[in-house]
């Protein structure tokens, strides 16, 4: 063998082992939705912190390459991206995070206003309307479960769920849950216009009561016994969630407080965000069943919204004049905080400049994310076993 010949081969092996050599369409297609989170991202600012993470994670995880034992892909056994994936996988990420958004978390508008736990109960209605819906096209219970959970908006608690009873669509359902996440400022505004009068749009509520520190210590106490007494399968994110908010509230552990709300859910989200982009490699991605899941989590996302803005309007029929609230908090019931809160106060303020509504949105917006882990829970105790 002559030495050109033995260089020609050489090449031709190297080549067999790149990218260029094994891409297909769909890790192109991937790649480029990869790319469009990203530009979203930056472009617009729609959800930075979580569709930058995934995004590049999408790049990371459609990287073409010679299955040859090599020990880099997300779904090859011993493989760091394997290992870190464990965290998604069997679920160790999302209570870390509700841990962080505990310790993020103040729940005095809801302390002050218990009623407004109602709007963010009936804003779960959305996930149990995709449950029924995707038992309808012919998914099994527990992925119907699974599916539905998008409509809380709650990207570690559709993660969550999704690994104990759909493993297998749970890259499909976190991207579609943090997706339809980003997207608050385009999807909940028109049906939040569509529902509500102009009248009710200016509806004035009342100045929340001060709450006092004695209430903040044993609201998170009585928010666990309450939650998880009643649906102890949610425990892993209630029991955080009520923990971190201890944290916060105590005043006497600010330094543990500032680690769950700072370092502790930075690296956990960069870490979630990435693995769950990885996931999403277009041999296992790319399937009907995910066309479906996306159409089934926008479904759920645009149920749970109109059900929140029309369940404050049947309250009000039963409040007096002084107490009515106003509809346009209504969407704040689904748990993606504080983006839905923040479109509550903007819808608000186009309709009178004068009028904020942002406490009072953040009373159902922090209620959508008890709702959702209860929700979770609910199903997870059904489905689970």
């Not at 034992?69 to 997300?74: C, T």
């Not at 991605?285 to 759920?300: Q, R």
């Not at 749970?304 to 106003?326: D, P, Q, R, S």
Request: glycine share 12%.
């Amino acid at each position: 063998m002559n030495f050109g010949q033995f260089l020609m081969e050489n090449l031709e092996i190297f080549f067999s082992y790149t990218g260029f050599a094994n891409a297909t369409l769909g890790h192109w297609v991937m790649m480029a939705v990869g790319l469009l989170f990203i530009f979203l991202a930056i472009r617009f600012d729609f959800e930075p912190l979580l569709l930058i993470p995934i995004g590049f994670g999408m790049l990371i995880g459609n990287i073409p390459f010679k299955d040859a034992g090599l020990q880099v892909g997300i779904y090859e056994e011993g493989s760091v991206l394997n290992i870190l994936y464990q965290g998604v996988k069997q679920g160790w990420y999302p209570p870390l995070i509700f841990l962080g958004i505990g310790a993020m978390t103040d729940f005095s508008a809801l302390i002050s206003n218990p009623k407004l736990m109602l709007i963010g109960a009936a804003a779960q209605f959305g996930i149990f309307g995709a449950y029924i819906i995707a038992l309808l096209v012919g998914f099994e219970p527990n992925q119907a479960g699974a599916i539905g959970i998008i409509g809380g908006a709650d990207g570690p608690t559709a993660i969550f769920l999704s690994s104990k009873l759909a493993p297998e669509f749970m890259g499909a359902i976190a991207v579609s849950a943090y997706s339809y996440m980003a997207l608050v400022p385009i999807i909940q505004p028109p049906f939040m216009r569509l529902l509500t009068t102009k009248k009710e749009r200016v509806i004035r509520m009342k100045t929340p009561r001060p709450v006092s520190k004695t209430e903040k210590v044993i609201f998170p106490i009585v928010g666990l016994f309450l939650t998880t007494f009643l649906v102890p399968s949610g425990l892993p994110l209630l029991g955080m969630l009520f923990f971190g908010n201890l944290l916060k509230e105590s005043g006497v552990t600010k330094r543990l407080a500032d680690t769950a709300k700072g370092p502790l859910i930075d690296t956990i989200t960069i870490l979630l965000g990435v693995t769950v982009g990885a996931s999403t490699q277009a041999t296992e991605f790319l399937t009907f069943n995910s066309v479906k899941i996306f159409g089934l989590g926008a479904l759920s996302f645009v149920v749970a919204t109109c059900t929140g803005v029309l369940f404050v309007k049947l309250m009000n029929l039963f409040l007096k004049k002084e107490n009515k609230i106003n509809p346009l908090i209504g969407n704040a019931g689904v748990s993606a905080v504080p983006d839905s809160a923040r479109i509550s106060q903007v819808e608000g303020l186009k309709a009178d400049p004068s009028n904020y509504l942002l406490m009072h949105a953040m009373g159902p917006n922090v209620a959508g994310v008890i709702g959702s882990a209860l929700a979770a829970g609910v199903l997870l105790g059904f489905l689970g076993s």
